[in-house]
């Protein structure tokens, strides 16, 4: 039966002293997983196994607080202003297989580095609501941390640039690339609720280069940036004229546009950029494109 080795499992957790080891974040993250289908099993089995859903459902409680105390002494630590760009860099890498040798190209799953970066930024207490609606306004969704690792890789960021998130949601990605390549960033985000709390946000994190337009990208300032990005926060009409904006912008100074999502298959057709590789990306790799 399913529950014989349900226990063994549940046993082989509890006695597992390395899930109590302050970065073992991902070896935690795996272990909830599998005992949230431990605990399932043994709710299924009715009485004979309520004893062992229970220590099922303690065990992945004790391991929920490890790793809320590990994402309270990160953030301390982000907060203090001693973490360097290089040092943040080092922690993320513990948490992704982007850059290994076996890794594949296409930035297709969330990883323990997505986890540790919404747990540092509290991501789940946001309790707002998008109040602005359009066809072709899209939902919120979040960039996979390795996306920001390939375009801080491949998009250089250097003294006078300025890093552009359009359609910006809670701040995530504005925030990580300041800390990793350290050049001032901007979020351009219509919906109120997100807004407000990405700016809270870097209020309590003491980011003083980092800012929040409560804006429409069809009519925000977009002059002060150099490299913008997109994750298909809007279609359609609204993303024709943002894109009109940018080519815009770009007959003042040239600029880099990096996208991920679907919006890369309507940027291949844009004919004032061209792709840094040579070739239009795949819909789930990292897009950059310069301005010709």
């Known amino acids: 039966m399913i529950h014989d080795q349900a226990i063994p499992d ?18 935690r993250l795996e272990a909830m997983e599998q005992l949230a289908f ?7 089995g009715g009485r ?13 409680t004790r391991l929920e607080a490890l790793n809320q105390q590990y994402y309270a002494r990160v953030r301390a630590w982000l907060r203090s202003g001693r973490a360097t760009g290089d040092a943040i860099r080092e922690l993320l890498d513990r948490y992704t297989s982007y850059g290994q040798a076996d890794a594949a190209d296409l930035h297709l799953d969330y990883e323990p580095a997505d986890a540790l970066v919404d747990g540092v930024l509290q991501l789940e207490r946001f309790e707002g609501l998008a109040t602005v609606h359009h066809r072709d306004i899209v939902h919120l969704e979040d960039t996979p941390v390795r996306v920001l690792l390939d375009l801080v ?11 552009y998130d359009l359609g910006s949601g809670l701040g ?7 800390w990793l390549a350290g050049v001032p960033a901007c979020g351009v985000e219509i919906q109120p609720d997100y807004c407000g709390y990405a700016r809270r946000l870097v209020e309590s994190l003491g980011l003083t280069q980092v800012r929040f337009l409560h804006a429409d990208a069809r009519e925000a300032d977009l002059s002060r940036g ?26 003042h100074r040239r600029i880099t546009l990096c ?10 057709q844009e004919p ?10 795949h819909e789930f790799s990292l897009g950059i494109w310069r301005s010709r």
Do not use: M
């Open 10 to 27: 549940l046993l082989a957790l509890e006695a597992n002293a390395a899930l109590d080891e302050e970065e073992a974040l991902a070896e």
């Open 38 to 44: 431990i605990y399932q099993v043994f709710r299924a």
């Open 48 to 60: 004979d196994t309520q004893e062992y859903g229970a220590r099922a459902a303690a065990l992945r």
């Open 153 to 163: 890789d491949h998009v250089p960021l250097e003294v006078g640039d300025c890093f």
């Open 172 to 178: 995530r990605v504005a925030v990580i690339v300041h």
């Open 226 to 251: 150099t490299v913008y990005y997109l994750f298909t926060p809007f279609k359609g009409g609204i993303l024709r004229v943002v894109l009109a904006r940018l080519q815009a912008e770009a007959t």
């Open 259 to 268: 996208t991920y999502g679907a919006v890369s298959l309507v940027v291949a």
């Open 272 to 281: 004032w950029l061209r792709p840094a590789a040579g070739a239009a990306p």
